[in-house]
């Protein structure tokens, strides 16, 4: 009997998986891609998503690019533009009413002017959170203006982008921005503009095959995936087996068709370095 009561065994608390994630609130962790480690948002956060154990770019949110970039000194231009559905696609209107909620702005792209380290440039600031970045005709229209609004006040112009494309629901009015893009482009690079791409995780489609690609300067996050067709489509079409970092920015920059690999961190001071170059450049030959 008192063997029974001494070799009792004792009851635990017990929590279901589902009430252990009930009690985490969503978007408090997050999980690196990467490296598999889980960290406080808040704390990637702080360093410009970027992870703190294997240095992994998440993708940034437009707005928080261009606030570390300018800061308060960014204007935004064209922030009431919104995409319509010309082509009646089902369901489309609704999607985009979504974006807008989940992301706070009205389209893929974000488009202004400010400072940085008080050089004054025209900035396009691509988000992929809204339709993945897709290019449809409000983005096409929104870099064109700000190309043109640039051209203008004379002053450089900067890019990043983080697009898969084309967007399908405007068929071919979204491929006709390709063109749009790059001929304002070439009128800015006429008038003796600098412009400066920014390529991020992804950028792919006819975002990689236009504008993306016609930068004075064309940079790269680390890691990020920069090509036009999918890998196993070119695997298929050529029938060989790709390299492993192949449409990778270091496989890119290895084969010449980037001139750096900036990381985030980095960034800000490279155009700082940039923007100057070209600015005392411009004063000597005045």
């Given amino acids: 009997m008192l063997k029974d009561i001494f070799n009792k065994k004792k009851k635990y608390a017990t929590v279901s998986k589902q009430e252990e994630r009930d009690d985490v609130p ?19 956060e702080k360093n410009l998503m970027i992870c703190p154990h294997c240095d992994y770019h998440h993708q940034i949110s437009s707005r928080d690019r261009i606030d570390y970039l300018m800061g308060s000194s960014f204007v935004e231009w064209d922030e009431d533009m919104v995409s319509e559905n010309p082509l009646e696609f089902p369901d489309y209107l609704e999607k985009l009413e979504k974006d807008r909620e989940k992301t706070g702005i009205n389209e893929a792209v974000v488009t202004g002017k400010g400072s940085i380290n008080g050089y004054e440039t025209a900035i396009a600031v691509m988000d992929s959170r809204f339709r993945m970045g897709s290019m449809g005709s409000v983005v096409g229209e929104k870099i064109s203006r700000a190309v043109e609004r640039a051209r203008e006040e004379q002053i450089p112009f900067i890019i990043f982008t983080a697009s898969g494309g084309a967007r399908m629901q405007e068929g071919v009015l979204s491929l006709m921005q390709m063109s749009k893009t790059s001929v304002a482009l070439e009128r800015f690079s006429r008038s003796g503009g600098l412009f400066i791409s920014y390529m991020t995780h992804p950028t792919t489609g006819g975002v990689s095959a236009s504008f993306a690609s016609l930068g004075d300067y064309n940079f790269a996050e680390p890691g990020a995936l920069i090509g036009f067709a999918g890998r196993r489509i070119i695997e298929q079409t050529i029938r060989e087996k790709l390299p492993d970092d192949f449409q990778t920015a270091e496989f890119l920059f290895k084969h010449g068709q980037l001139d750096k690999v900036v990381h985030r961190l980095e960034m800000k001071d490279v155009l700082t370095n940039i923007l100057d170059i070209h600015q005392s450049t411009s004063l000597e030959v005045e």
């Fill in 26 to 44: 969503e978007g408090l962790m997050i999980k690196c891609p990467s490296c598999r480690q889980i960290f406080y948002r808040k704390e990637i």
